[in-house]
């Protein structure tokens, strides 16, 4: 699948005040403890996820400390970690930003030109409320649910990389408002580099991957996005293809 960016490597969102850690280890799925200079502080880990192959003792990270004022009992979050092909952004804090950034731009977006849409919203009847609904200029309206990846097995992207009981509603809820002729899609933020497709993790998490399947099958539209970070900036680089029979 060849990618519909004027040029690769567009930027997206620029992150400052970022510092070099190095990870120590984990105490819960959301606090770690990390090595920053030449002290040691508690973390802020925000993807619940397992992360085995970026928060390993003696790993490279990158943190930010909390805003000031900030009442939380961590005084940095980890933003990233460094994998075989480079950082890896860790922090799902940020996936709207990402997210809207990309849709702002008609020529990297699945969606192309949009008049409007709405974060957080709710079909009628459904427990899920999707991260948008979307008005593109063409097409009609469409319901869309945004993933973070994070890992990678040789050339490909998998998600997730821990049993996820929320994906799996949401792919199935997504299948039924297809079945029912609304226009539904996942668009999947791929941060590890190296990777030439995307496919659902059943190894880990087979009730995803089956949800995952039922979604293709009634009509819900894939989009994983290759992007990149290079210790500061998230870029565009490609849209990746689902990897054949996953």
């Not at 060849?2 to 970022?18: E, I, M, V």
């Not at 799925?29 to 003696?58: K, N, W």
């Not at 990270?61 to 952004?89: D, K």
């Not at 293709?216 to 998230?234: A, I, K, Y």
Request: hydrophobic share 40%; with cysteine; aromatic share 10%.
């Amino acid at each position: 699948m060849k990618s519909r960016a004027p040029f690769p490597h567009l930027p997206l969102l620029t992150l400052s005040n970022l510092r070099p850690a190095v990870f120590l280890r984990r105490r819960n799925r959301f606090v770690g403890i990390a090595e920053i200079g030449g002290s040691r502080f508690d973390i802020h880990v925000a993807d619940p996820g397992r992360l085995t192959e970026l928060l390993y003792p003696g790993n490279s990270i990158l943190v930010r400390p909390a805003p000031i004022g900030s009442h939380r009992r961590t005084r940095w979050s980890l933003m990233a970690g460094m994998g075989e092909s480079g950082w890896v952004l860790l922090n799902t804090f940020l996936h709207r930003r990402i997210a809207e950034s990309l849709l702002s731009k008609p020529a990297i977006s699945p969606f192309g030109e949009l008049r409007a849409w709405k974060a957080e919203v709710c079909p009628a009847g459904f427990a899920s409320r999707f991260d948008f609904h979307l008005e593109p200029e063409e097409g009609g309206p469409v319901w869309l649910e945004v993933k973070g990846c994070t890992l990678k097995r040789g050339r490909r992207a998998l998600f997730p990389d821990a049993p996820t009981t929320r994906g799996t509603r949401h792919m199935k809820e997504l299948a039924v408002l297809s079945r029912d002729g609304n226009r539904c899609a996942v668009m999947f933020l791929v941060f590890p580099g190296g990777v030439q497709c995307f496919a659902p993790n059943g190894m880990t998490d087979p009730d995803f991957e089956a949800a995952f399947r039922e979604a293709l099958d009634s009509g819900v539209t894939v989009h994983p996005l290759q992007l990149g970070f290079n210790g500061s900036e998230v870029t565009f680089s490609d849209m990746l293809p689902i990897c054949p029979g996953f």
